[in-house]
């Protein structure tokens, strides 16, 4: 089953869903660091884009781990991916899921990213999901598009890490929302 992770189209950029092997599972969040070219100050899954030398999503997912939290490889067990979400830049984001221990030691690369930091799963099942309003250049249109968003430790969780949570919930914890994203108006 697990073979199919490593045979699945390479997508643009891998993000590792950690989660806590645990009675009360928690997710691996990050803030990443104001000064980043892309999504600065925006909270992520830890991963980031398809290098040449990686050979599969789970390669990138797991370099991109190590490399701004200092996640060992082999401190990850994978349990499966989830289906591909497009970044507001157009880029194809595969989600590998996994499960880490709670006690492991992650330190932020603050070149990087400026804080972990864990979504308690009963908080993610439970808390109202708040439609969070975000622009997009579309053509010659500006859209307003709704993403699910939650709460989590005074930040705010949306966009593909939102849609990326609700897939997870949807697809691990039988959650159904009735949506990931809409478009709320469109104008020139």
């Known amino acids: 089953m697990l073979?199919?992770?490593?045979?699945?189209?390479?997508?643009?950029?891998?993000?590792?869903?950690?989660?806590?092997?645990e009675r009360?599972?928690?997710?691996?969040?990050?803030?990443?660091?104001?000064?980043?070219?892309?999504?600065?100050?925006?909270?992520?899954?830890?991963?980031?884009?398809?290098?040449?030398?990686d050979g599969?999503?789970?390669?990138?997912a797991l370099r991109e781990a190590c490399e701004e939290t200092a996640l060992p490889p082999n401190k990850v067990q994978l349990i499966g991916q989830l289906p591909i979400q497009?970044?507001?830049?157009?880029?194809?984001?595969?989600?590998?899921?996994?499960?880490?221990?709670?006690?492991?030691?992650?330190?932020?690369?603050?070149?990087?990213i400026s804080r972990i930091f864990w979504a308690d799963f009963?908080?993610?099942?439970t808390q109202p999901t708040v439609e969070y309003a975000v622009e997009y250049a579309m053509q010659d249109k500006i859209a307003t598009i709704?993403?699910?968003?939650?709460?989590?430790?005074?930040?705010?969780?949306?966009?593909?890490?939102?849609?990326v949570i609700a897939s997870l919930l949807e697809t691990g914890f039988d959650r159904q929302l009735e949506w990931y994203?809409?478009?709320q108006n469109t104008r020139n």
Do not use: F
């Open 86 to 112: 497009t970044s507001k830049s157009g880029m194809s984001v595969r989600p590998i899921v996994a499960l880490i221990a709670p006690d492991l030691l992650l330190v932020p690369e603050l070149g990087e």
């Open 146 to 163: 709704l993403t699910p968003s939650w709460q989590v430790d005074g930040e705010t969780v949306w966009g593909l890490t939102g849609r």
């Open 24 to 53: 009360h599972p928690k997710l691996l969040l990050t803030r990443r660091a104001a000064h980043m070219n892309s999504h600065a100050g925006e909270v992520s899954c830890v991963g980031g884009k398809h290098d040449a030398g």
């Open 181 to 183: 994203y809409r478009i």
């Open 122 to 125: 009963e908080t993610l099942l």
């Open 3 to 21: 073979d199919s992770l490593y045979q699945t189209p390479i997508a643009d950029a891998s993000v590792l869903v950690a989660i806590t092997h």
């Open 56 to 60: 599969n999503n789970v390669v990138t």
